[in-house]
């Protein structure tokens, strides 16, 4: 079921997720342009009558279809077809800004080890504008990101059992706020008041993937 | 709505399921809904309900619940040993229920799951589009969280068919739950096996390890290792195998996180699912590789035992 890559340069691998679901991987880079096309595949997939459900990934959609409408090659057809058209001019997400209390837990291991000090964390940490990539793992969390090179650290060796909702923490070249104090490997280094997690609200989480977070220091 | 059941005692845990909100998946929320949906479905088409229906989920032991006034129920999956008023009742069959008597269980015999449907669904609290109970975010199902004794359960809707009690489904019309086989699809990243490890994924015996619950279980058994560069988060599925980083594979199961980044080696079909959630913590299992055309048959034979039973 390999598909030859796609008219954008990009490598297309389609396969099955089991009988009644598929995953399309449209490459293997942390990209924004990559992410921006899994979106709106996933958006253009979610109109079929055969499609149940299309989630996208960082650079990946995964379609849930119904086995009595679709076969994993026909959507894998249909997949490739949308796939080599030329994306519409996404949108640019909606911004949110997020005040950020700099206090975490960690944020003295991470000035320690990145050789940084924290003013300077903080100063890297809200200087871009993240994007959400994908909106998913637990209620309301989001990936976000690219994180800047420089405050780049590999999971904690330990994670902790219990992360405290609010929690703004970084790994690897991402960054994101724990929405429910959920266990985690990601180094704390800041809290926020903001919800992220809003069960009574529809679709229930502040963020969707695309959206575009600015993180800015409550302490001035 | 008049009450319907009375729930004496609540069994370990019982929750309100149905079929799940497939749409909350992009917001990272648990497709959630029963883990048997084959049982669940039978369940509410024993009573003239439809498979969407809400249905009571029993995990272990059963509950003890006492009818406020005559209704028509009926109990699948798990044989948690059900009873009326002391009285041995068959399972896979529509019963009446007469005001004041009591469904009991009693000691569990084989499986994991029960499913409780009464004629005219359960009442209960809809969120994003689904009335499975989600623990975590105390949403849906009988006010977000399991039966306590003491509760009312009410009926959704009086019954909109004439009620038929003694409606059955043979045992070969349901899924074999006493053969521990898992049909898989070889999974996206399978590739990322040695051969020799491929192979031992797929002839192995696995354990169901103590770490399982709805959310997924940790299996035991021989240790994978996988290659390659680490992956991006993508959507999960239910029956996904996945393997992390310390080589023991873990099965989703219907409250699954939504997006992972671990390689999912093997994916269990439907047709399997409902044995999958019938497992407890020690059953041995095999994963057995099929083609999606095989899983296919074995969804259409399941299917069609489901429609046997809206044809009365």
């Given at each position: ?7 954008t340069?990009?490598?297309?691998r ?6 009644t679901a598929?995953?399309?991987e449209?490459?293997?880079r ?9 979106i ?5 997939l ?6 149940r ?9 995964t ?18 077809r ?6 519409p ?10 005040p ?13 080890r990145?050789?940084l000090?924290?003013e300077?964390?903080v ?11 994908l ?12 994180l800047?090179e420089e405050?780049?650290?590999p ?13 703004v923490?970084?790994?690897n ?11 985690g ?5 800041g809290?926020t008041?903001?919800k992220?997690f ?10 969707r ?5 600015k993180?800015f220091?409550?302490?001035? | 709505m ?6 004496q005692?609540?069994?370990l845990?019982?929750?309100v ?14 497709p959630g809904?029963?883990?048997?949906r084959?049982?669940h479905?039978?369940?509410?088409l024993l009573?003239?309900n ?6 009571l ?8 619940l006492?009818?406020?006034?005559a209704?028509l129920?009926?109990?699948t999956?798990a044989?948690?040993?059900p009873r009326?008023?002391g009285?041995p ?6 019963f009446?229920l ?7 269980f ?7 799951r ?6 005219g669904a ?37 019954p909109?068919k ?20 898992l ?8 590739k ?10 797929f002839?192995a015996?696995?354990k169901?390890?103590r770490?399982?619950?709805r959310m997924?279980y ?16 993508f959507?999960?599925v239910?029956g ?5 980083p ?6 989703l ?11 999912v080696?093997?994916?269990v079909?439907s047709?399997?699912?409902?044995i999958a ?13 099929v083609?999606?055309e ?10 069609s035992a ?7």
């Amino acid at each position: 079921m390999k598909i030859p890559p796609a008219r954008t340069g990009h490598r297309l691998r389609i396969q099955p997720l089991g009988d009644t679901a598929l995953l399309a991987e449209l490459g293997t880079r942390l990209d924004t342009a990559l992410n921006t096309r899994a979106i709106a595949l996933a958006a253009a997939l979610k109109k079929r009558r055969d499609v149940r459900q299309a989630v996208a990934g960082y650079a990946s959609v995964t379609v849930h279809f119904d086995p009595d409408l679709a076969t994993h090659d026909s959507l894998a057809a249909a997949i490739k077809r949308l796939a080599a058209k030329h994306p519409p001019m996404a949108e640019p997400g909606r911004l949110h800004r997020i005040p950020v209390t700099y206090d975490g837990p960690d944020i003295e291991a991470v000035s320690t080890r990145l050789g940084l000090s924290p003013e300077k964390i903080v100063e890297l940490h809200t200087r871009p504008i993240y994007r959400a990539f994908l909106v998913g793992f637990v209620p309301g969390w989001a990936y976000l990101g690219p994180l800047a090179e420089e405050l780049a650290l590999p999971r904690r060796d330990a994670p902790r059992t219990q992360v405290p909702a609010g929690s703004v923490a970084i790994a690897n070249r991402q960054t994101g706020i724990y929405p429910l104090p959920t266990p985690g490997g990601w180094h704390l280094i800041g809290r926020t008041k903001v919800k992220l997690f809003l069960p009574d609200s529809d679709p229930p989480c502040l963020f969707r993937a695309g959206d575009r977070i600015k993180f800015f220091s409550s302490q001035g | 709505m008049t009450p319907t059941l009375r729930v004496q005692e609540p069994g370990l845990l019982t929750t309100v399921q149905d079929l799940g909100r497939p749409n909350a998946i992009s917001s990272g929320v648990p497709p959630g809904g029963a883990m048997d949906r084959f049982a669940h479905s039978a369940a509410n088409l024993l009573v003239g309900n439809d498979v969407g229906h809400a249905t009571l989920e029993c995990t272990l032991t059963g509950p003890h619940l006492v009818a406020e006034r005559a209704c028509l129920v009926a109990v699948t999956g798990a044989d948690l040993e059900p009873r009326i008023n002391g009285e041995p009742v068959p399972m896979w069959t529509s019963f009446f229920l007469a005001a004041g008597d009591r469904l009991t269980f009693g000691t569990r015999t084989t499986g994991a799951r029960a499913y409780i449907a009464v004629a005219g669904a359960f009442e209960a609290d809809r969120w994003l589009g689904s009335v499975s109970t989600n623990l975590m975010a105390a949403r849906g199902g009988f006010h977000g969280r399991s039966l306590k004794s003491g509760d009312v359960l009410t009926n959704a809707w009086e019954p909109r068919k004439p009620a038929v009690s003694g409606r059955g489904l043979v045992e070969h019309q349901r899924p074999g739950y006493d053969d521990h086989t898992l049909h898989v699809i070889a999974g996206p990243h399978a590739k990322r096996l040695s051969p020799e490890h491929r192979s031992l994924l797929f002839s192995a015996p696995y354990k169901v390890s103590r770490d399982a619950d709805r959310m997924g279980y940790r299996l035991e058994g021989p240790q994978l290792v996988t290659s390659g560069d680490e992956l991006l988060s993508f959507g999960l599925v239910a029956g996904a195998v996945q393997v992390p980083p310390n080589g023991q594979p873990i099965l989703l199961m219907a409250d699954h996180h939504t997006a992972g980044g671990y390689p999912v080696v093997a994916t269990v079909v439907s047709a399997s699912l409902p044995i999958a959630a019938q497992l407890l913590p020690g059953d041995d299992l095999r994963l057995v590789e099929v083609k999606v055309e095989r899983a296919r048959q074995m969804r259409k034979a399941l299917e069609s035992a489901l429609e046997s039973l809206r044809t009365f």
